[in-house]
């Protein structure tokens, strides 16, 4: 497993950019056996559609986001996910002792974008408050290349900062405040989808 406290690029382009694309965050055996769990419950019919806003705003809005998602018990992990999870507490440790972000906890979902799916531009801290510090996503897509769509946009402004295709192993770090959207998919977009928060999750 990668060291990621020996690592300087990381941490250089994120304090400069706020986000970083990290390719083969975790090897590509651990990241098929969580999109074999993906397809598992998915089997299972333990995926819901997502919804947008916070508590009694939250609502189902199919002009603006349209994947399905399954809540991950972060501390009682299974097998598979708990080898993400692990590399992911590292990576918290080292943002807090380089950064000073203050982060407690997380949290995070799987995600399934099916065949014409999509998010449009949005930011992860919600506009009545939010415990959201950084946003990520860790993709479990095979072979992906760009005419599949689906790509992670992210915005400073009106401009495009960065275009990250969905691929096996990469992971996507950016500031939650950070505007950013999913381009429509033409196949099946896996991934775990997640936040670090300044506050425990009770």
Known sequence: MMNISAMNEWIEAFEKNGFYEWP????????????????????????????????????????????FI?????????QAASVFIEKLQELITQLNRNF????????????HYPPGSFYKRHVD????????IVSFVFYLNQEWIDT???????????????????????????????????????RDRMSITGWMLNEKIL
């Open 24 to 67: 083969n965050f975790l090897d590509q055996s651990s990241a098929q056996a969580i999109r074999l769990e993906i397809e598992n419950l998915e089997a299972q019919e333990r995926f819901k559609q997502a919804g947008i806003g916070k508590d009694a705003n939250a609502h189902i809005n199919n002009s603006q986001r349209s994947d």
């Open 70 to 78: 399954h809540w991950i018990d972060h501390r009682h992990p299974n």
């Open 100 to 111: 000073y972000l203050g982060i407690r906890d997380f949290e995070c979902h799987y995600t």
């Open 125 to 132: 801290r919600h506009k009545s408050g939010s415990s959201r």
């Open 148 to 186: 599949d769509g689906g790509q992670l946009c992210i915005y400073a402004e009106s401009q495009t900062v960065a275009t990250i295709n969905p691929q096996m192993g990469t992971l996507a770090l950016f500031l939650s405040e950070k505007e950013h959207e999913v381009l429509v998919t033409q």
